[in-house]
């Protein structure tokens, strides 16, 4: 009974989002995959014309293809994709295009990912997938203009997130214990830094500097940090602090590892930010938006600043005038150091509410 | 019902808990006796290590462009020869595709042909024939810096006759 208990609080008790909250984490997420995370279209043509024994789909249902398909097909599911994250921004038909996104990203990624090499971008499916029951669209959307029913917005797909990415963190960490890191003589960190860096030619940001750094019990300590960290992220998952702890981890692991492994995975931040205080972001915006006499609505405004944003950090990516070998890019660069920021600042008051808390 | 009851909510949880665990273990079997699965909800394990002591192994996978007198034109990197396969999938492109041929024979007219051409792409001649290499080199740290000790080949097959 008491099990019972826990595990119904665990889901249902461990976070509390508001309608509002989770309305900006919508256009947020929508602007970040329409700008950021598509697949890039111009690699479907490329595909197409591979030769037919280049598809080498992974073991499971990209086994019933034979070929890659014409880049008709794959040009009409990225349209189909793009639309479907146009409906989660604009909050039309909200669960259903969330789903749909969801749906379009797993075939092109299965497609894509036929060539021999499966990259881990499932959270580029689950984020839509799981917010889809979320009832992100609940405000600041069509839907809701539309309808007067009040619907509640729902904690659970969060903790399902949360459960995903500290399971796959899991899966990150324990083949590491087996395949021997915590040994203090393997340095496996740094291996996969000369790995990276003199047969991928990953040679960016500070690479190179990490390449000639001798100093053993900093690689001993890195390697035990990596494992501590991706295998910890299981049990953080227990608690809504812990988890958010442990993504601020993530957010430092992942700035460390592009500036030296030049390896980004910006395909995780929508996931991460789904732990934002979203709700706090909201109230803290409201009066300061009303008190600049901004005559447009909140989510308006919200999604107009970021989309602008997010179009100049594109635009300068573009123009290949910083990291022209876009490994990492301008983008991932950008937003993950901006993600960074974000991190120590919530930390920094943590600590203060902590040290408050400490004195009364 | 706009959301689902909690009764249903518990049940997709403790679907996904045993899922989880269970697809993990497909995982490591299917991508023991095969190569990893899809979808599967696992990061990447990284757990080769690659450093032993002060000495580095570094495996280069080369493709080598011959002239039709049988001098080596030039070399390329993955990277370069399949230039539109996005770095992160290059490695894995090469296990699946041309680690396990020994001979050109491996391959049908049609990828023949396409690497043929995108080397003639790359080089603006015709080229002789094409080799992919593996060859391993061994690194030292000596003086603060780590300096090539040997180089030892591997692995040298025909990927592609030349012109015929």
Redesign the interface.
Known sequence: MIANDR??KW??DSYHPTAKGLALYRIFTALMFLIFLMP?AT?YS?MAD?????F?P?????MFFSEFPSAWFFYTIHVLLALSWVGVLLGYKTRFCSLAAAGFM?LL??FI?S??????Q?LL??VPGFMA?S?WGATYSIDSSNSD?K??A?G?PI??LA??IG???F??G???I????LDP????T???L??QY?????TELLSGFA??L?LPWVWSFLDWATVVF?VGFLVAVLRSEWTRLFVCFAVLFHFSTMLTLN?AFLVNFPAYAAFLPWDKIHRCLKPRLSSFRVTASLPLTFGSALFMLFAVIKMIDKSAVFLPDN?PSFNEVTIIGTALIIVIVLGIRKIGELKANLRT | M???S?KI??R??IF??IY?PLQ?AV?GI?GYY??????????????????Y?DT?Q????MVEVESPDGTVLREF?P?QFFY??????????????LDGADDFEA??T??RN?FRERAQALVGVSPGDLYYLHRR?Y?T?FD???NIDSVKVLNRFKIAEGNL
Request: without cysteine; charged residues 20%.
């Open positions: 595990f119904s889901i249902f890039d690699y490329d591979f030769p037919d024994e280049f080498s992974p073991p499971g249902p990209m797993l990624m299965g990912f060539i021999g090499k499966v990259n881990h499932m499916v689950l029951f009832n029913i619907v509640k729902e659970w903790v399902l459960l995903f399971f796959m963190f899966t990150a324990f083949p590491k087996l395949g021997g890191w003589d393997s340095m496996a740094r291996g996969h000369l790995n003199f047969v991928r030619g990953r390449v000639e001798d991706e390896i490994e | 706009d959301y689902l909690e909510v518990k997709i949880f996904f808990l989880l993990y995982v299917v095969s190569s990893e699965p899809w979808p599967a909800f696992v990061f990447p394990g990284f757990k080769s290590i690659y450093v002591g580095y570094i495996n280069q996978f990197a990277q539109e396969i996005p770095n992160s999938q290059v490695t894995g492109f090469l296990r699946s595709n391959f049908d049609e990828t396409w080199q690194m740290r603060n810096k780590l």
